[in-house]
């Protein structure tokens, strides 16, 4: 069926974000240097922010509550005011980051909505506030529509199409993370489009077991997006 819905991940598919991410960790690291080892504060981290991701979901907002836990327990319990207040202060950091698009990426949305075949719209999941925030300052508003969520598996994807009546084959996903962006919508019959970023959150990588069964495409930035798409009208292999 001829594709006429394409959605956008938003962090690092449209924006910047795990740099950001990456910058402060490195920072926690070196503000609690007394404490532990940068390796060992990792890993605790991350075993932290997995164990939370049901609690307080994706996001800055829930890195720092996962950060000040690990802080608190390499610490014994010793870790000062002082230090939480500096972590505190790199959470709001985060969240007011300017927006930096992915070079190419104004460019290829526009080609897009000027083509006005397809519906266009981004999918991205983390704090509604924030999230919300970053799309309005990304500049891409005015040619996107928007659906923040909670997590990203077939059931959300699922909804999603339902309530905007696409149907799974008319659908393509554009994103960086194959858990996230490309196998859920490999698994309800869409199209997805990988477009790689330099940096990967652990919990985003997937067993390559899983994507076995399924094809997908690979494109190096979104300039490559609009040719890929109109081979794949032209029902192109």
């Not at 709001?92 to 930096?100: D, F």
Request: glycine share 8%.
């Amino acid at each position: 069926m001829e594709i006429t819905a394409v959605a956008f991940d938003g962090d690092d598919t449209l924006w910047h974000n795990e740099t950001v991410f990456s910058m402060t960790q490195e920072r926690i690291c070196e503000l609690l240097a007394d404490h532990v080892d940068a390796a060992v504060l990792e890993e605790r981290l991350y075993e932290i922010e997995t164990r939370n991701l049901r609690l307080y979901g994706y996001g800055a907002k829930s890195f720092v509550l996962s950060i000040i836990e690990t802080a608190i327990e390499v610490s014994d319990g010793s870790v000062t005011t002082a230090i939480i207040r500096e972590i505190l202060d790199f959470g709001k950091a985060m969240i007011e980051h300017p927006v930096e698009l992915l070079d190419g990426v104004r460019a290829c949305v526009q080609q897009l909505a000027d083509l006005d075949r397809y519906e266009l719209f981004v999918i991205t999941k983390g704090e509604l506030f924030h999230q919300e925030s970053k799309f309005a300052r990304s500049g891409l508003d005015d040619l996107l529509g928007v659906e923040i969520v909670n997590e990203k598996d077939v059931g959300t994807y699922d909804r999603i199409l339902r309530r905007r009546g696409i149907v799974p084959s008319a659908f393509l996903m554009v994103g960086n993370s194959l858990r996230s962006d490309i196998l859920p919508v490999l698994e309800i019959g869409g199209t997805a489009v990988h477009v790689p970023y330099p940096l990967t959150w652990a919990h985003e990588l997937v067993d390559p077991a899983l994507l076995a069964a399924h094809s997908w495409h690979e494109i190096g930035s979104l300039g490559a997006l609009p040719d890929l798409l109109a081979s794949l009208d032209a029902g192109e292999p």
